[in-house]
């Protein structure tokens, strides 16, 4: 009987273990989850504006191929002759040439900015889908060692475990640590 007693606390222990690593990797994965969506959120917004700016810049440079164009067709077709609707349509064209010629690099720059700043948000969302990743296979390694009653799968449950809160909090902390060889592998 105390032999029974004996080898029914110790399945309770690891029970109790793995209950409380899947309570402690679950809540740290739901936090890291909606971090990640906020951070996926910020980066469709950072898209959309550098995609937009890069409309712009380039409607902003075919304006000015246009205008120089007609400014030019204009020149030729007066052909030395200093018409009034010549000399102003020409004025005219001049100034458009040189607001376009001044908003093309802000546009290109503000296009770029909103560029690298998708790049920045995109290791921190790395960072979530790694720490994801390895939290969800710690729970899943703890499922087993619950049903296998291995203490040693439960370890590696927290290996992976801690791999995963390193990563969530790298994101979270805005760390530059990136997971390259498991974003090369999975990407």
Same mark, same amino acid.
């Given at each position: ?20 690593? $899947? ?7 739901? #936090? !890291? *989850?909606?971090?990640d969506g *906020? ?10 504006d ?10 902003t440079?075919?304006?000015? =191929?246009i +205008? ?9 077709i007066?052909d ?5 609707? +010549? $000399?102003?349509? #020409? ?5 458009? &040439? ?18 690298? !700043?998708?790049? +920045?948000? *995109?290791? =921190? ?8 990743? #390895? ?8 499922? $087993?060692?619950?049903? +296998? ?20 909090? !790298? ?6 640590? =990136?997971?390259? &060889?498991?974003? *090369? #592998?999975?990407?």
């Amino acid at each position: 009987m105390e032999l029974e007693v004996s080898a029914e606390a110790k399945d309770k222990t690891l029970n109790r273990r793995v209950a409380m690593t $899947v309570v402690i990797l679950s809540v740290a994965m739901g #936090l !890291c *989850n909606i971090k990640d969506g *906020n951070i996926v959120q910020a980066m469709q917004q950072a898209k959309a504006d550098s995609v937009d700016r890069w409309s712009e810049y380039q409607a902003t440079r075919t304006k000015w =191929h246009i +205008a120089r164009t007609a400014q030019s067709e204009i020149a030729l077709i007066a052909d030395g002759k200093t018409s009034p609707m +010549a $000399v102003t349509t #020409l004025a005219s064209l001049q100034g458009e &040439i040189v607001k376009y010629q001044a908003a093309a690099p802000l546009l290109a720059r503000q296009a770029q900015q909103f560029s690298d !700043c998708y790049d +920045a948000l *995109n290791v =921190h969302d790395d960072q979530f889908d790694a720490s994801d990743a #390895l939290i969800s296979t710690a729970i899943s390694i703890a499922a $087993v060692a619950a049903l +296998a009653e291995s203490s040693g799968a439960l370890i590696a449950a927290w290996l992976f475990g801690a791999m995963g809160l390193f990563m969530g909090l !790298c994101g979270f902390a805005g760390w530059a640590f =990136h997971p390259d &060889i498991l974003s *090369n #592998l999975l990407g």
